[in-house]
């Protein structure tokens, strides 16, 4: 079994500032991960994955995140937030021993301040 | 781009009422998904499909059934809708290997009066 956990269900940053997301998961076997982002009004979108390979991992919209498996940790940074950065954020844990299925995070909100 | 479509934005039903949502995909994708998001709950699985007429029970299936004829297109069924239904409902597929996405519709914002 797996289970994601995401530290915040609401983070407030300044316009420019540094963005940190924080999920931490929990899982037998070597985990697949996502990150997604859904706007108001809309599905989810992909930010980006890990599956195998580099553990610093770069998606869209300027957004990165590292997996730490030692930390069981794959937290989602940007470096300069923007105002169209305001939206959900869901961080997804999928195995391979789990026909497609994927467990989310209870998502986090982030509002970006001007 | 995979594209998933679902039928209706906004939906309002009453009480008792049979409900059916559709969603389409266009990728020939194996997997599909049915979530319902509340505030706070995040996404809740309610059924998936990975196959042609396969489907098995997500997190909270309870008033609930699925359908899936036709490889693309994957149904939500309440049978008899209650308030407690009212939610966002999501539709979601996926390729055929765990590493892959999921990819979402615009979700179906459904009101049960």
């Known amino acids: 079994a797996q289970s994601v956990t995401q530290l915040g269900s609401h983070v407030s940053v300044s316009e420019g500032a540094l963005v940190l997301l924080r999920c931490n998961y929990s899982s037998s076997v070597p985990p697949y991960l996502f990150w997604y982002v859904q706007y108001p009004n809309q599905g989810l979108q992909l930010l980006l994955k890990y599956t195998t390979g580099a553990t610093l991992v770069k998606g869209i919209n300027g957004f990165e995140a590292e997996f730490k498996k030692s930390e069981t940790s794959f937290h989602l940074t940007k470096p300069s937030a923007h105002m169209s950065d305001a939206a959900e954020y869901f961080c997804a844990v999928s195995l391979n021993t789990n026909a497609g299925k994927s467990t989310f995070g209870d998502g986090t909100t982030l509002t970006v301040k001007p | 781009d995979v594209k998933v479509t679902q039928s209706s934005r906004y939906l309002v039903k009453r009480t008792g009422e049979k409900v059916f949502l559709e969603c389409v995909q266009d990728?020939?994708?194996?997997?599909m998904f049915w979530y319902r998001q509340d505030p706070g709950l995040g996404l809740r699985l309610i059924y998936f499909s990975y196959d042609v007429k396969m489907k098995e029970k997500g997190d909270i299936p309870e008033g609930y059934s699925v359908s899936r004829e036709k490889k693309e297109r994957f149904s939500l069924i309440l049978e008899s809708a209650s308030t407690n239904q009212t939610s966002m409902y999501l539709c979601a597929s996926s390729g055929g290997t765990d590493n892959q996405p999921q990819h979402f519709g615009d979700g179906t914002r459904l009101s049960i009066l």
């Open positions: 990728m020939d994708h194996e997997n």
